[in-house]
């Protein structure tokens, strides 16, 4: 990276103001100095407000997990682990574990695979794609709250539209608990979270898909593959780098969940749907065991750390050029 | 391949797509139409036309000034943090793009870091701080960790783009005798409007949609937003089902209008936005 505003007598906070005289290698110091201090200048506000408002919370969680505290004043009854060897014996945190890694299952087999086949579908010429991207797309910018608000009553019991729609093809026997009944209520919240996420990552697919060449199908045609063989040789390995952005997004995004959850359950029946925010949520501002809730919250952000700092260490190594943390200036 | 033989060969594609739609679809259908019933008529006819198109529903919703309220709270919202956010991370992304300086990739690190911290780790503590200095139920307790939390995405998108402006041209406005912050002001800013529409439609709809701060910040209504004003209504007219059908459509409107308006925008910076995170 060139700069040119390697400051000279024009320019920089010296400007209008000629330079003392002074011996040549002080004056390239001090003109480093208030390069220095440009460019700096510049990240102040952003620094101060991420600071601020980020990383010190951040920090501070780290801190208050090795405290019993209620959240008033400084924690101060320090209990060393004692929080964290609690979370282990904790059977509603253990199912959150559980309940994360059956998510992040599911979106992998079922809802990305589709969020695939509908933008390979949607590449092609057809009539009205683009009013089927725009559908598919609609509810990603729905808010959680409304997309729960209105799935809970459209799975509300008995008198809710999917039980209705059951009813009158005859499979009454399905229907009927959905959020209600411990064994169903994921299942559903799944289905929720499908209808509301998966345009996304066709999106994000369909994208991925238009900056494949052309030539490159055509000419596995000329070679006469067939239509599964581009897909498997041509398309899906180019396709590669956009599906680990979408892995790694649908993996991070089933570790934080809590909107959704909290609008349509609050965790419930009998914590069967509760997630880690969920529990954080009910620890630190409902029973005010804040220490603990912190607990939470740091295993749920080591999680993130760790599962982000391997997927890129061992999958996105290659992708991602000139991105986070592969940075090392572009070498001109 | 003749039209005809491509419209048969088509006709299993659109099959899906109908019944892809009509999942999409209904939902939302059901809700508008539902709107339209009394909370009688819909436990009898749950998803045919209504009988009589009452408008009653929506018209007490849109008169009664407390919806109102909560879209231009949600709009002062996220249009404070849409600015704030905005013009720091210019001012940050510049930085990243033109200069070299001591540091820069180890604070670019953490910005980027940012991206993986999970809002509700730094829920409680950022509770407790704002409780201290006052904010909670106050509009900057959510505009302020909003634009916070914005930050990452929206210098390292801003960043991209500024990359992209030729290097000739800060040469030539330096000649002309240009600082640093006139260049960023005067070239590069107005260089770089597609890229700040993107950025900024993308900081609307996350601020539009935000549940869970608001929920912490907000306890007395004066300040709540739309999607906390939506489950409250429904915990509040809990058996009035027609009436909560009616006040989700509403709610609805702004989001997909803007999104109407605005497709392009949210599209490409979603897609590069995730690709470059």
């Known amino acids: ?332 | 391949m003749t039209r005809r033989t491509r419209g048969v060969r088509t006709l299993p594609l659109h099959l899906v797509l109908v019944v892809v739609g009509a999942v999409m679809v209904v939902p939302l259908l059901y809700a508008v139409l539902s709107g339209f019933k009394s909370t009688d008529e819909l436990s009898r006819n749950p998803f045919g036309l209504p009988e009589h198109w009452l408008t009653g529903n929506y018209t007490g919703i849109l008169g009664s000034g407390g919806f109102w309220r909560l879209v231009g709270n949600s709009t002062l919202i996220a249009v404070g943090t849409t600015v704030l956010v905005v013009a720091v991370s210019a001012l940050a992304a510049f930085s990243f793009a033109r200069f070299a300086f001591r540091g820069r990739e180890v604070l670019f690190t953490v910005f980027t870091m940012g991206l993986m911290f999970p809002f509700a780790v730094a829920a409680l503590p950022l509770f407790l701080l704002l409780r201290s200095l006052g904010l909670l139920d106050n509009p900057l307790g959510v505009i302020l960790p909003q634009a916070a939390f914005g930050l990452p995405m929206t210098i390292i998108i801003l960043r991209g783009f500024f990359r992209q402006i030729p290097g000739e041209l800060e040469e030539a406005a330096t000649l002309d005798g240009c600082s640093a912050f006139g260049f960023f002001w005067r070239v590069l800013l107005p260089m770089a409007r597609p890229a700040l529409g993107t950025v900024s439609v993308l900081a609307v709809v996350t601020s539009w949609n935000n549940f869970f701060l608001p929920l912490l910040v907000f306890t007395d209504s004066t300040w709540w937003t739309l999607p906390i004003g939506v489950q409250q209504f429904q915990g509040q007219y809990s058996a009035e089902y027609a009436r909560v059908f009616a006040y989700l459509v509403l709610a609805m409107v702004p989001a997909l209008a803007f999104y109407s308006v605005a497709e392009r925008q949210l599209v490409g910076g979603l897609t590069t936005g995730a690709t470059k995170g």
């Open chain 1, 1 to 332: 990276m060139t700069s040119t505003f390697l400051p000279d007598k024009r320019s920089g906070p010296a400007a209008g103001h000629p330079l003392p005289a002074v011996p040549p290698g002080r004056a390239r110091t001090r003109r480093r100095t208030l390069n220095w201090l440009t460019a700096v200048g510049f990240q102040l506000p952003a620094l101060v407000l991420f600071t601020g408002l980020v990383l010190l919370p951040v920090l501070f969680a780290l801190y208050a997990a090795f405290f019993r505290w209620g959240g008033f004043g400084m924690p101060s009854d320090y209990v060393a682990g004692d929080n964290f060897t609690r979370l282990l014996q904790d059977d509603v945190f253990l199912g959150d574990l559980w309940r994360c890694l059956v998510l992040v299952v599911l979106s992998l087999v079922l809802q990305l695979p589709f969020a695939l086949a509908m933008a390979v579908l949607l590449n092609q010429r057809l009539r009205g794609r683009a009013v089927y991207r725009m559908l598919f797309f609609a509810p990603y910018v729905l808010s959680e709250a409304i997309t729960g608000v209105l799935f809970s009553m459209v799975f509300a019991p008995d008198d809710g539209l999917a039980d209705h729609v059951l009813g009158a093809v005859g499979l009454d026997g399905l229907g009927g608990e959905w959020f209600a009944g411990p064994s169903s209520v994921m299942a559903a919240l799944f289905l929720v979270m499908t209808w509301k996420y998966f345009g996304f990552h066709m999106m994000l697919h369909l994208a991925g898909l238009q900056s494949i060449p052309a030539e490159l199908t055509e000419a596995a045609l000329i070679d006469g593959a067939g239509p599964w063989q581009r897909f498997r040789n041509v398309t899906l390995p180019l396709l590669a780098p956009t599906l680990r952005i979408s892995v790694f997004l649908s993996v991070i995004g089933a570790i934080q969940l809590f909107d959704l959850v909290w609008v349509i359950t609050q965790g419930g029946p009998d914590h069967h749907s509760e997630t880690m925010a969920v529990t954080m949520f009910q620890y630190g501002f409902k029973r005010y065991q804040v220490g603990y809730a912190s607990a939470i919250s740091v295993v749920m952000f080591g999680i993130c750390l760790v599962f982000a700092l391997a997927y890129q260490r061992f999958v996105l190594r290659r992708d991602l050029e000139g991105a986070t943390t592969t940075m090392r200036g572009d070498g001109t």
